[in-house]
């Protein structure tokens, strides 16, 4: 098997769920146009609908953004069409229309969610991926959507996402064996996404020693973007771009 393709996640800053401010809505078309026009990296967040559809859209739940309690996994794309996000008239998208927008004009790093079956989400990206004539990566907290996109796309840079931020709900009986297996994931995928506050953490640490790319998240403002890149290979930055 050839050789992955990593050069693509250090090629330039990385617009967290695109390039987005007050008048524009975060993983809005809006804010992935932008990204584009200023030529850098998107990473935007996907989760699975109740018909099949892949939404681009952060949340578990439309109330932050939408102003709506109800749980994005359980909306058809017809239902989803009839929000807005953050009072504007921008509607949440699909990932293929996004990707129809960025036409391989500039890498794209999919965070795949996982408050739906693990199978059906991985299988409903192959769909929407297949033939995508442009560079992209994907990544995930959970282990076994990372291990099974590993099986699935054997071209494209797989990651594993990790902080302080998984491991908040976890018991302490839990927590041991969880970090084991989240390590082991690490490890085995082709790049890491790490919190800014875990940069330093000694499994960090080991894997850059052998040259496992490592992006970091989120940063905010130019300082902790310049302390960061000390230790990451690039940075996810959030309305600084």
């Known amino acids: 098997m050839a050789k992955k393709d990593l050069s693509f996640l250090s090629s330039a800053l990385i617009a967290h769920r695109g390039l987005h401010d007050n008048k524009v809505p975060e993983n809005s078309l809006a804010a992935f146009g932008a990204a584009v026009r200023s030529g850098y990296i998107i990473e935007l967040d996907v989760h699975l609908l109740a018909d099949?559809?892949?939404?681009?859209?952060?949340?578990?739940?439309?109330?932050?953004?939408c102003g709506a309690n109800v749980d994005i996994k359980d909306l058809t794309v017809r239902k989803m069409r009839k929000y807005r996000l953050a009072g504007t008239e921008e509607k949440i998208p699909l990932l293929k229309d996004v990707l129809a927008l960025i036409h391989g004009a500039v890498p794209v790093i999919v965070e795949v969610k996982y408050d739906a079956p693990i199978g059906e989400t991985v299988n409903a990206l192959v769909d929407v991926l297949d033939g995508y004539?442009?560079?992209f990566a994907l990544k995930s907290f959970h282990p076994l959507i990372v291990r099974k996109l590993k099986r699935k796309f054997r071209n494209n840079p797989v990651g594993q996402l990790y902080g302080n931020v998984m491991f908040k709900d976890v018991s302490r009986a839990k927590e041991w064996a969880f970090r084991r297996i989240v390590n082991w994931s690490m490890r085995h995928?082709?790049?890491?996404?790490?919190q800014k506050e875990n940069l330093e953490d000694p499994n960090v640490e080991l894997l850059r020693k052998?040259?496992?790319?490592?992006?970091?998240?989120?940063?905010?403002?130019?300082?902790?973007?310049?302390?960061?890149s000390k230790l990451a290979d690039n940075c996810i930055c959030e309305k600084i771009l």
């Open 189 to 194: 995928s082709d790049f890491i996404s790490v």
């Open 52 to 65: 099949g559809g892949l939404a681009v859209f952060h949340d578990d739940n439309l109330e932050r953004m």
């Open 133 to 135: 004539n442009g560079d």
């Open 210 to 228: 052998f040259n496992k790319p490592i992006l970091c998240w989120t940063i905010c403002d130019n300082e902790e973007r310049l302390e960061a």
